[in-house]
């Protein structure tokens, strides 16, 4: 699954939550239509505040026709050449700037055919200051000019909207209004519009992450259900599915609550297999424990009867005699295999144990005496601390427990192997080591060791009772005894380890 994915380059990076993508895209959204308002406002504003530039700059033009003479005197006689007339003489630039009614901030430049006089009055103080050459020169270059556009003066004066025209007399000149006003109102919008956006903008993605975060709330919920169901132990003994997505996040009509429909339906689904799993799984145990409960009784009837007959003192071909015997000895095997097999169905309906103090020392001593009645020719070596050790537990499944260990130690290894038997007290535990010098564990085994009906292959040729329930019994009751129980085993040395919980000071 993982290889799969494509790999980026360095470190991955961590993928973004559905909440983070929704915010950031309603908010990625807002700033570009708040762009676009903003721009599309300023250029349309900046277009009409130009407009009406041009306007007043047509009528700045008209006036300083009239100030140079000829314009709006219709009589004949020329006004400007009566003397005593402010704009008596030569037309200049200052006749235009210093003309009734001329706005602030205008420039002008007069061309009466054979010099150029320039000016422009000083928004602030009203005088008439001089441009430099530099600006005369890009004023001459539009003297030809009629329609208002816009020059670039550099310096204090900076972009101007220009327009040349012809006076009556004949005068060439050109006036000119600054553009400063209007940039600045242009900025003062674009600087409103962006603020008012970014407040807009925070305000938007605070709610955005607000409802986005409580529209998956649901999910949330979703999820913690799924992970509680994930962490159950679904897989052995009994498990309740109870656990189910509340009905108020299952609301078909939402796609979280499809999401959540969806998984109390599975669960139901896996609630009901489980169920039917533990049912199947009850009938087995129950058909094992019945079965070898009723096979008890005649099994003892087959023994008592066949021991009866052999002892009875009559007469029997030797043939018969080895018949009953066999049938004696087969039925003492069948026995302890129905007696393992019930022990094992029992173990695994969980019933309680009958927990009490057990003395292990005492129970190892007749364990080994046992084993050495049974296996005289083994080397039996048991090592008891001089504390005796409790251990709380079912005195007769743990009798049982080293019982199998023991008879392991004789059965699976060659006569004169020596046996080490070895109680300890770690910790909380008591502790119980089965150390034999045979052949070890073959290595097909190892690993389904404990399970039922594992034996190795040569057992089944020495016909000694081989089962393969043996350690499958003290796994099952050493786990009821809430203990452990480990193996290592190699050519030479193989030990059993199991450790029980001690009887509490
Ligand atoms: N001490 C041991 N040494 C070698 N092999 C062993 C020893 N204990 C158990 N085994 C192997 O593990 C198998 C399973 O043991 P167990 O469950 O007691 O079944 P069983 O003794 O009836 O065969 C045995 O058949 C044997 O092959
Ligand atoms: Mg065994």
């Known amino acids: 699954m993982t290889e799969r994915m494509p790999r980026r380059r360095g470190r991955t990076r961590s993928p973004w939550t559905l909440q983070r993508r929704l915010v950031l895209t309603v908010v990625g959204l807002l700033a570009v239509v708040s762009i676009t308002i903003g721009i599309v406002s300023v250029v349309i504003l900046r277009a009409s505040l130009v407009d009406r530039l041009d306007l007043q700059l047509a009528s700045a033009a008209d006036r300083s026709g009239a100030a140079l003479g000829g314009v709006g005197d219709n009589d004949g006689d020329r006004l400007g050449d009566l003397p005593g007339n402010p704009y008596f003489?030569?037309?200049?630039?200052?006749?235009?700037?210093?003309?009734?009614?001329?706005?602030?901030?205008?420039?002008?430049?007069?061309?009466?055919?054979?010099?150029?006089?320039?000016?422009y009055t000083d928004d602030e103080s009203g005088q008439i200051e001089a441009l430099t050459s530099e600006q005369v020169q890009i004023l001459a270059d539009h003297v030809n000019q009629s329609t208002p556009v816009t020059v670039h003066l550099g310096g204090e004066l900076g972009e101007y909207r220009v327009q040349a025209e012809t006076s009556r007399t004949g005068t060439l000149?050109?006036?000119?209004?600054?553009?400063?006003?209007?940039?600045?109102?242009?900025?003062?919008?674009?600087?409103i519009v962006g603020l008012v956006s970014l407040v807009g903008l925070v305000i938007v993605a605070i709610i955005a992450a607000w409802v986005v975060r409580l529209a998956l709330r649901p999910l949330q919920r979703v999820?913690?259900?799924a992970t509680r169901v994930a962490q159950l132990p679904l897989d052995r003994g009994?498990?309740?599915?109870d656990d189910r997505v509340p009905a108020g996040d299952t609301d078909p009509r939402t796609e979280v609550g499809r999401v959540g429909a969806a998984l109390n339906r599975m669960l139901d689904h896996v609630d009901l297999a489980l169920e039917a799993r533990q049912a199947s799984e009850r009938k087995v145990r129950q058909f094992v424990a019945d079965a070898s409960h009723e096979l008890r009784?005649?099994?003892?009837?087959?023994?008592?009867?066949?021991?009866?007959?052999?002892?009875s003192g009559q007469e029997l071909p030797p043939d018969a005699m080895h018949a009953l015997g066999r049938i004696e000895s087969e039925s003492v095997r069948m026995t302890g295999l129905v007696e393992d097999l019930l022990l094992l169905a029992r173990l695994d309906e969980g019933r309680e144990l009958e927990l009490e103090p057990v003395d292990l020392t005492m129970l190892l001593v007749d364990a080994v005496s046992d084993a050495h009645a049974a296996g005289p020719d083994h080397g039996w070596n048991v090592e008891l601390p001089e504390e005796p050790i409790e251990a709380t537990g079912d005195e007769p499944r743990l009798r049982q427990v080293i019982a199998n260990l023991l008879a392991n130690a004789r059965i699976h290894t060659d006569a004169g192997s020596s046996v080490v038997i070895v109680l300890t007290a770690i910790g909380d535990q008591a502790v119980i080591t089965v150390t034999d010098n045979g052949p070890g564990i073959p290595d097909a085994l190892k690993n389904t060791l404990f399970e039922r009906f594992a034996r190795g292959d040569s057992s089944r040729f020495r016909g000694t009772g081989s089962t393969g329930l043996g350690l499958a019994i003290v796994a099952a009751v050493v786990a009821a005894h809430h203990g452990e129980v480990s193996v290592e085993s190699a050519p030479g040395r193989t030990q059993f380890r199991v450790a029980l919980p001690l009887v509490a000071a």
């Not at 037309?91 to 700037?97: G, R, V």
């Not at 003309?99 to 055919?113: E, S």
Request: charged residues 10%; without cysteine.
């Open 89 to 119: 003489g030569t037309p200049t630039a200052d006749s235009i700037l210093s003309g009734p009614a001329q706005p602030p901030g205008l420039l002008a430049l007069v061309y009466d055919g054979t010099s150029i006089t320039t000016g």
């Open 173 to 191: 000149y050109l006036v000119g209004l600054p553009l400063s006003g209007v940039a600045a109102t242009a900025a003062q919008l674009a600087l």
């Open 223 to 225: 999820t913690a259900t």
């Open 238 to 241: 009994e498990v309740s599915l």
């Open 297 to 311: 009784t005649p099994l003892a009837s087959i023994r008592g009867y066949s021991e009866l007959t052999r002892r």
